[in-house]
């Protein structure tokens, strides 16, 4: 089939007047770069589109399982005393809340235009319902011990846990952080990604608590957590062998000198969550210094204990208002492309190959500037989704 629009937003940097895309067994075969050559082609099912195409956001990084949360776990004590709350928020919730979370998740998230979610799965939630979700889904396995040798065995166990497959369905896995995830455990990881070729997501250096605790054993994470291994989280990372092209690591808000040449090297992308940014009142993200070291990013949601919705325009429109000198191009990149880069798929753009994942904005633009500026800023109405070429949104 054809679809055509008004206009093709086919990456950041591509847009073309009166186009459409030849879409073939799920994925773009070719781009139709005029109405002329929409008309040409004969014998192929039409699509008309009146409206402004582009590919699906992609949400980088959530928590899905958390939907129950929202508003339920204030950030007035800090980072700890908000992870002591959520875990006691946490113990109350059933399967049954976890499964309401995890759908009215992907689907607040498909309507606001997002085709792909790296989601962190700690309950088996997301594996288990992922395949009946409009979306697609990397689904990355929670694992950690908090440095607890008695608890490492049982998070081991885990990494050989049968993992989801679909054909809108990847895995990954996401040893939570270095201060909750031993030497041991992440050696695991490592084997177990590198046998499997599993992508990977970690929060790193979110707080300078953690760093505190890692480094020097002090701060407050030292009453939760044991003796501490007196290393910087990148480094144990790096010497886990967990840092590469497959690699996501979360926030980020606390690098250390020389950290982000070291990331740039090893290719790995960077996920800011701007609404959880903001959820903590944190000072500003050091976004100028990622850029110059040339260190891929992209964006994210979090979960609903730390954001006020799971809405990928919000977040652009957040980091916006952040950094009002920032390319709205660069912003729908990280969006977009830099996203998809995290999760390892071929989406994120509108080129051949790449899956049909696309969304119909309605937008006043008539020019690139301007449509990257209504989706990066104005939070525009979505009239259709469609993931591998099929109809998400409206649901058929």
């Keep these: 089939m054809i679809l ?9 940097h591509t847009w073309i007047e009166g186009g459409g895309l030849l879409v073939e067994r799920g ?14 082609a004969r014998g192929t099912r039409v699509i008309e589109l009146d409206g402004v195409l582009t590919p699906g956001l ?40 976890f499964e309401r979370g995890v759908r009215g998740g992907a689907r607040a998230l498909l309507a606001s235009g997002t085709t792909a979610i790296g989601d962190i799965d700690s309950t088996g939630t997301s594996a288990r319902l992922a395949r009946a ?17 008695a608890r490492t065995p ?47 997501a970690i929060h790193w250096a979110e707080t300078r608590e953690e760093g505190a605790w890692l480094e020097r054993g002090t701060g407050p994470l030292a009453a939760l957590l044991p003796s501490a291994p007196r290393r910087a989280g990148l480094a ?18 606390h690098p250390r000198p020389g950290e982000l040449a070291r990331l740039a090297r090893r290719g790995v992308t960077l996920v800011h969550c701007p609404g959880t940014h903001a959820f903590f009142e944190r000072a500003p993200f050091p976004l100028a210094r990622y850029r110059r070291a040339g260190v891929p990013l992209a964006l994210g949601t979090d979960s609903l204990a730390s954001n006020a919705c799971l809405d990928m325009r919000r977040e652009m429109a957040l980091l916006r208002a ?33 899956a049909a994942d696309a969304v119909q904005w309605r937008l006043a633009a008539r020019a690139r500037a301007d449509a990257l500026e209504e989706l990066t800023a ?6 259709s989704v469609l993931v591998g070429g099929r109809i998400a949104l409206p649901a058929p």
């Design 133 to 149: 979700l409009a979306p697609r889904l990397v689904v990355y396995r929670e694992v950690l011990d908090a440095w607890d040798p």
């Design 27 to 40: 994925a773009v075969r070719r781009v139709l770069t005029s109405r002329r050559a929409v008309l040409r």
């Design 236 to 253: 144990l990372l790096d010497a886990a062998g967990l840092l590469g092209r497959r690699t996501a690591l979360v926030h980020g808000n």
């Design 58 to 97: 992609v949400d980088a990084h959530a928590h899905l399982e958390l939907g129950a949360l929202l508003g339920r776990v204030p950030s007035r004590a800090g980072f700890t005393g908000w992870v002591s709350a959520l875990l006691a928020a946490r113990a109350h919730l059933g399967r049954a809340a």
């Design 378 to 383: 104005g939070m525009p109405p979505v009239e």
């Design 322 to 354: 952040s950094f009002p000198r920032l390319e709205p191009a660069a912003v729908f990149e990280m969006a977009t492309a830099n996203g998809a880069r995290a999760l390892g798929l071929p989406i994120g753009h509108l080129r051949a190959g790449a």
């Design 154 to 200: 049982g998070a081991l166990r885990a990494l050989a846990e049968r993992r989801p497959r679909g054909a809108r369905v990847g895995a990954g896995l996401s040893p939570h952080a270095p201060y909750t995830t031993s030497r041991a455990l992440l050696a695991g990881v490592r084997a177990a990604s590198a046998r499997h070729a599993l992508p990977l």
């Design 4 to 12: 055509a629009a008004r206009a093709l937003l086919v990456d950041a």
